[in-house]
């Protein structure tokens, strides 16, 4: 069923969708209708003016993933469930996802989802691409942790240089929250246990979304009570006129309050949101290509950092303005941290390939010293490795080493070490 607004009445009417492209006969105001999808104007507060492409899609889902990172973890498993405006289930989408690794034993034990049950499933970007086809333009999605879920669902997309279509986004925990739902804690169990819910709570898709939609279902029901109530006694053809009427106000009212509560999907992933700045950096790289596809200089965003700029002119600002002393020492932290025992072995041992082991050991320990990821490195290059020198060098200024001014010039020194790397990568001499 699908909902049309009469163009001369203004009586919303629920319609099956083979109608769709017909002609007829309004049943309130008897005048002629063509039956499609246009959106209706809608008054709004100024902020929401008002819906496109007509009533939105209300769409519970949640994800399963490999893990809590969306910069390097995938989807495994998407569920999700279609409803109307007062909760009622409409349609459902299910699917497991290849997420093209090996997921983690905690995972499989968590979820009961292996390996071998993902192994001939579409990977993670068309799970996503077929549910958004699924669910149609102009959707409103709730979920839980929405920032979470919402960063995966557009990573996966992005990875493969796919833009996610426009949608809203309502975190169901804090519209409890904002409703002031009484529960022990504003999380997705401690919710449950307060509406009363009493269905599976197993850590699986498709589980989760039938807990969302009892969430969304009692939240809709405070709305609704908070809407004045048509006072009309529904008596004759002209009180059941007037209740239509009063129904319809009503249900478009809900719609209008969803709206408003709603974040854009792109919002909710965040500014930082990796996946939408790398794809950003490659969108940059290809446009400045099609542009200057002679010109060498445009291959060489790649594999540098977005941060790179930045720390070298903060580097630079350091370096001019705090000297070291003679008797300044080596800021190597406690002598009975892991990594400095390792570090010291390093310095000690005269195999290359054993102080090599022992270089890769404390910089995986967060070496708290430049000279490790300076020795390693060179040990790369050395070898001709350059993914592998690059990648140590990212690892160095992922902590806060770089910052402090004693080790300035050696932090200068790991950055245009990473400049050189660029070209090597790139294919540039």
């Known amino acids: 069923m699908i909902e049309f607004?009469?163009?001369?009445?203004?009586?919303?009417?629920?319609?099956?969708?083979?109608?769709?492209?017909?002609?007829?006969?309004?049943?309130?105001?008897?005048?002629?209708?063509?039956?499609?999808?246009?959106?209706?104007?809608?008054?709004?507060?100024?902020?929401?003016?008002?819906?496109?492409?007509?009533?939105?899609?209300?769409?519970?889902?949640?994800?399963?993933?490999?893990?809590?990172?969306?910069?390097?973890?995938?989807?495994?498993?998407?569920?999700?469930?279609?409803?109307?405006?007062?909760?009622?289930?409409?349609?459902?989408?299910?699917?497991?996802?290849?997420?093209?690794?090996?997921?983690?034993?905690?995972?499989?034990?968590?979820?009961?989802?292996?390996?071998?049950?993902?192994?001939?499933?579409?990977?993670?970007?068309?799970?996503?691409?077929?549910?958004?086809?699924?669910?149609?333009?102009?959707?409103?999605?709730?979920?839980?942790?929405?920032?979470?879920?919402?960063?995966?669902?557009?990573?996966?997309?992005?990875?493969?240089?796919?833009?996610?279509?426009?949608?809203?986004?309502?975190?169901?925990?804090?519209?409890?929250?904002?409703?002031?739902v009484p529960a022990q804690e504003y999380k997705l169990h401690p919710l449950l246990q307060a509406i009363g819910y009493s269905g599976p709570a197993a850590h699986r898709a498709t589980d989760s979304c039938q807990g969302l939609l009892a969430i969304v279902q009692h939240l809709l029901k405070i709305e609704l009570g908070r809407l004045p109530h048509q006072e009309q006694e529904e008596v004759g053809v002209l009180g059941k006129l007037l209740g239509r009427k009063s129904a319809a106000e009503v249900d478009e009212r809900i719609f209008v309050k969803l709206n408003s509560i709603a974040t854009t999907l792109d919002e909710m992933c965040g500014p930082n949101f990796y996946a939408k700045e790398k794809f950003e950096q490659r969108k940059r790289v290809r446009e400045r290509s099609r542009n200057a596809e002679t010109d060498p200089e445009t291959l060489l965003v790649i594999h540098i950092p977005e941060w790179y700029r930045e720390k070298k002119r903060l580097l630079q600002e350091s370096e001019q303005s705090a000297a070291l002393s003679d008797d300044e020492g080596s800021d190597i932290g406690p002598e009975d941290t892991p990594w400095t025992e390792v570090?010291?072995?390093?310095?000690?041992?005269?195999?290359?390939?054993?102080?090599?082991?022992?270089?890769?050991?404390?910089?995986?320990?967060?070496?708290?010293?430049?000279?490790p990821y300076e020795r390693l490195t060179a040990f790369f290059i050395r070898t001709r490795d350059y993914q592998s020198a690059q990648q140590v060098c990212q690892k160095y200024f992922e902590g806060e080493t770089w910052k402090l001014p004693m080790h300035a010039e050696s932090s200068l020194k790991l950055l245009q070490r990473m400049e050189k790397l660029e070209r090597k990568l790139a294919g540039v001499s």
């Open 5 to 180: 607004k009469c163009p001369h009445c203004k009586t919303i009417l629920h319609i099956p969708e083979e109608f769709i492209g017909s002609t007829g006969t309004c049943k309130n105001c008897h005048n002629s209708i063509t039956i499609d999808l246009k959106p209706a104007n809608t008054p709004g507060n100024g902020r929401n003016a008002a819906l496109p492409m007509g009533r939105p899609t209300l769409v519970v889902f949640r994800v399963e993933v490999t893990g809590p990172a969306s910069r390097k973890d995938s989807i495994i498993e998407l569920a999700a469930i279609k409803f109307d405006s007062m909760g009622q289930q409409l349609d459902t989408f299910w699917s497991l996802a290849n997420p093209d690794e090996s997921i983690p034993e905690k995972i499989v034990e968590r979820t009961n989802i292996t390996n071998d049950m993902v192994a001939q499933s579409p990977f993670s970007f068309e799970v996503v691409k077929d549910w958004f086809d699924w669910m149609g333009p102009n959707a409103i999605l709730f979920t839980d942790h929405a920032h979470f879920h919402s960063k995966f669902i557009c990573a996966s997309l992005l990875r493969e240089d796919m833009v996610s279509p426009e949608a809203k986004v309502i975190d169901v925990i804090h519209w409890a929250e904002d409703l002031e």
């Open 343 to 371: 570090l010291m072995a390093a310095t000690e041992s005269e195999d290359s390939e054993e102080q090599r082991k022992y270089l890769m050991k404390a910089v995986s320990l967060g070496a708290r010293d430049p000279w």
